[in-house]
């Protein structure tokens, strides 16, 4: 999707605002509203570690907070309207994620109520905030830096194969961060010498035809990208890369667990704790504009054995050397 068709939906989320503003409710405890472009069932646990934050923060659900959820099951086009909704029960905050989409409509739905976000991408090449350090307005989060670290996983994944080996790279062309992506891989290829086949597809819908072309045209390793999607369909995903029999390598532990080969990256329970810990502060007081851009300092390689033997696949000892993890 792109911004002019949110413009589209926002103006028509936005007609149907009240034209008096609601009085407001006396409240017994402030409510949180969090927008996720995700399910409930693929994110759950990413919702549980923002209540443990929260509680870090001294808020806990249903005690001293509520917290009104809103998930679009994959659908960025529901955003505009639940962002609105949110915005007029007048939460004390909102937590975004799960898709940039969230963010931005979050960003145009209120300019008063603080958003706390999390994302893998550029916040400040995504204009949701001018600066890491002072993102002023009612902006701020947590990045997971997943797209940051495109380069060194097309790096680790060459040295899964062959030398001769083609890698590949699977992304959706209408997320905003795909080209900036496919630029990243295009650079680091070049710089190991590697062929880089890009396998590029609109939605959900073509994720299995992408796995069955990787399989033909023999790719040594596929490369996944920070794409929220993809994160809410990893079983889905794990099991195709079994099924036609292709190495890959991905961005978050969560595939890891669900029985994927390896990956490198943040730790996304993490920053969503994170953002737990911020939205504590706000509504004890803190402005969201002075509180900085979090951004994730430690990365964490995991690699599944019983995955790699299944592939018939041998991991080099470097890489295991290197391992915060092995799963055996």
């Known amino acids: 999707m792109r911004r002019r068709e949110f413009i589209t939906l926002l103006g028509g989320a936005a007609a149907g605002w009240p034209?008096?503003?609601?009085?407001?409710?006396?409240?017994?405890?402030?409510?949180?509203?969090?927008?996720?472009?995700?399910?409930?069932?693929?994110?759950?646990?990413?919702?549980?570690?923002?209540?443990?934050?929260?509680?870090?923060?001294g808020f806990v659900e249903g005690q001293n907070v509520l917290v009104e959820y809103r998930w679009a099951e994959g659908r960025d086009e529901r955003l505009p309207a639940m962002?609105?909704?949110?915005?007029?029960?007048?939460?004390?905050?909102?937590?975004?994620g799960g898709s940039v989409w969230a963010t931005i409509s979050a960003k145009?739905?209120?300019?008063?109520?603080?958003?706390?976000?999390?994302?893998?991408?550029?916040?400040?090449?995504?204009?949701?905030?001018?600066?890491?350090?002072?993102?002023?307005?009612?902006?701020t989060g947590v990045s997971f830096l997943a797209a940051q670290l495109i380069p060194k996983r097309v790096e680790l994944a060459s040295q899964l194969v062959a030398p001769n080996a083609t890698l590949g790279f699977l992304g959706r062309t209408n997320e905003p961060r795909y080209a900036e992506d496919r630029k990243e891989v295009e650079a680091a290829g070049?710089?190991?010498?590697?062929?880089?086949?890009?396998?590029?597809?609109?939605?959900?819908?073509g994720i299995e035809a992408a796995f069955a072309a990787a399989s033909r045209q023999h790719i040594g390793v596929l490369v996944m990208p920070a794409d929220p999607l993809f994160v809410s369909r990893r079983s889905e995903i794990v099991a195709l890369a079994a099924h036609h029999a292709v190495p890959t390598f991905y961005e978050i532990r969560e595939y890891v667990t669900a029985g994927g080969l390896i990956s490198y990256g943040a730790s996304l329970?993490?920053?969503?704790?994170?953002?737990?810990?911020?939205v504590g502060r706000i509504l004890k007081g803190e402005k969201v504009g002075d509180l900085p851009m979090?951004?994730?300092?430690?990365?964490?390689?995991?690699?599944?054995?019983?995955?790699?033997?299944?592939?018939?696949?041998?991991?080099?000892?470097?890489?295991?050397?290197?391992?915060?993890?092995?799963i055996e």
């Open 19 to 57: 034209l008096a503003a609601r009085a407001q409710q006396t409240q017994r405890m402030p409510v949180i509203g969090m927008l996720n472009g995700q399910s409930a069932d693929s994110y759950s646990h990413l919702a549980e570690a923002l209540r443990l934050g929260l509680k870090e923060a």
């Open 83 to 96: 962002a609105v909704d949110l915005v007029n029960r007048q939460v004390a905050a909102l937590v975004t």
């Open 190 to 205: 070049a710089a190991l010498g590697r062929k880089v086949l890009f396998l590029e597809i609109t939605g959900a819908d």
């Open 108 to 139: 145009a739905a209120t300019t008063t109520i603080p958003i706390v976000f999390t994302t893998g991408s550029d916040p400040v090449r995504l204009a949701f905030v001018p600066s890491l350090n002072r993102p002023g307005g009612n902006v």
């Open 294 to 326: 979090m951004q994730s300092t430690r990365f964490e390689l995991v690699i599944n054995l019983k995955a790699a033997k299944a592939l018939g696949l041998t991991v080099p000892p470097s890489l295991l050397a290197r391992a915060d993890e092995v």
């Open 269 to 278: 329970a993490s920053a969503y704790r994170q953002v737990g810990v911020y």
